[in-house]
């Protein structure tokens, strides 16, 4: 099935993912479209939330936000349906997850609000195009990403760490990835940090807090970029009555290409 | 007052404000510091309103949300006191101007929400700085802006066409604007349109909407940007059942240097 979805667009992945053909992770799928973080929660927790995505743009990157009740992602993804056409959710309750169903039509509410948050697959693809290595795609594993010491904006219920993922670089390369990165503000934009690990409260670069450690090589320096699970961390700390977010690396494709995210 | 006022810093216009001492317009007073255009709604209006914003992003840059019902600009303006620190407001009752007061203490609510939206003074100080010519400063009258055909996208009970303000330059100097303005997202960026004015709506260049017409010399051609009128054009439109914004051209002054608008 995934290779056969490579070249698909995003409202063909999504199609697949409503008809069942899909459950999987989405990396390398629908190439050059859009990949989006998908969180979902009750009216009252969403002004909250917005707000915390408005002072935090470099983790939270907005793409859309529905209307309450409304399951279609109607500025990114027109005919979607947000609770059929992912390949795989997770439900919380009170900050715990309760399931990790392929299909949420039966936890809809009508007063859910989704939100589609940038993602770091779009400058990934920019990265490689631009000859840029991605040491966890060479080695085929989910990028490492940490918890930092440096706080985010707080923003009513939320507050929370900056999450980082991580990607070693030569200097050559980390000055390159600057410059592709920057042109994609919607995605994540330049990096926040590079070198000592520590600087920012990552004590072990071998152990990270999410995804898979990779290689650092001879020459290289970890180079850290804010991380779209940091919302997600938030809202874990938050513990809403009621939320679904999209399961790790099963991300709800949209129809925006890589190039709408950059800047003007 | 005001000549006294043109090199002081962001903090210092608050304070003249609070005093009572600055009751006037605030273009050429803290040259360097954001001027803020701002809108304050009841919470329960206030998700409507950011999502507007978040959806609106060149009409609507957000700079700083407070939490409900406070009354300090903490993220732009630390020790603001937004009740006092503009130098004219104006109240609004079911989109309907109530009042023009200098103090807003006595109309202020526990479920107030305030927004600091980004304004134009900080794309025309950079464009002096370049050496492109602003027509309305030159000739001492309020930019002419103009509502367009152009739909911003709606949002909840928001919604309402695009403003426009307008600069009329040779298209060496349109050129020019757009490479300086496209480093400021944040203050509404690039133009959105240049040339025949019909093409987005306005039929009389000469009878703009708000604000003052100017002189378009020969080999010059009208210059549009989004403008920051066009949120309070959405919550006149909406007629929220209270809200209060700036006066026009009196505008609250952040801690925020022109720079720190600039894009990454």
Same mark, same amino acid.
């Given at each position: ?6 070249? +698909? ?24 479209? =859009? ?25 939270? $990157? ?8 409304? $399951? *279609? ?22 900050? *715990?997850?309760?399931?990790? $169903? ?27 195009? #631009? ?6 795609? *060479?080695?085929? =594993? ?20 900056? =999450? ?13 990835? !600057? ?7 919607? #995605? ?29 090589? +001879? ?14 961390? #938030? ?7 009621? +939320? ?14 890589? !190039?709408?995210?950059?800047? *003007?």
């Amino acid at each position: 099935m995934g290779s056969d979805l490579r070249n +698909a667009t995003g409202a063909q992945v999504r199609s697949a993912c409503r008809s069942g053909a899909l459950t999987g992770p989405t990396p390398g799928l629908a190439l050059g479209f =859009v990949h989006a973080n998908l969180v979902i929660l009750p009216r009252d927790w969403a002004f909250d939330f917005l707000l915390f995505c408005q002072r935090n743009p470099k983790p939270c $990157p907005v793409l859309d936000v529905t209307e309450p009740g409304d $399951p *279609e992602a109607k500025i990114v993804a027109p005919g979607s349906d947000l609770r059929t056409d992912l390949p795989a959710y997770r439900v919380w309750k009170n900050g *715990e997850l309760v399931e990790e $169903p392929t299909d949420v039509t039966r936890y809809w509410r009508d007063d859910l609000v989704s939100f589609a948050i940038g993602c770091s697959f779009t400058f990934e693809n920019a990265l490689l195009d #631009a000859g840029v290595p991605v040491r966890h795609i *060479e080695q085929n =594993v989910n990028v490492p990403m940490y918890r930092t010491n440096i706080p985010c904006k707080p923003a009513g219920r939320f507050s929370g760490p900056l =999450v980082v993922s991580m990607r070693p670089l030569t200097s050559a390369q980390a000055v390159k990835a !600057t410059q592709v990165c920057s042109r994609f503000p919607r #995605a994540h934009g330049a990096p926040v940090h590079f070198g000592a690990p520590a600087a920012i409260g990552v004590q072990n670069i071998d152990k990270p807090d999410f995804g898979d450690a990779v290689e650092i090589r +001879a020459g290289e320096v970890p180079v850290f970029w804010a991380c779209g699970v940091t919302p997600q961390a #938030a809202v874990m700390q938050a513990k809403p009555p009621f +939320a679904i977010t999209h399961k790790p690396g099963h991300m709800f494709l949209t129809d925006l290409k890589d !190039t709408d995210l950059e800047g *003007e």
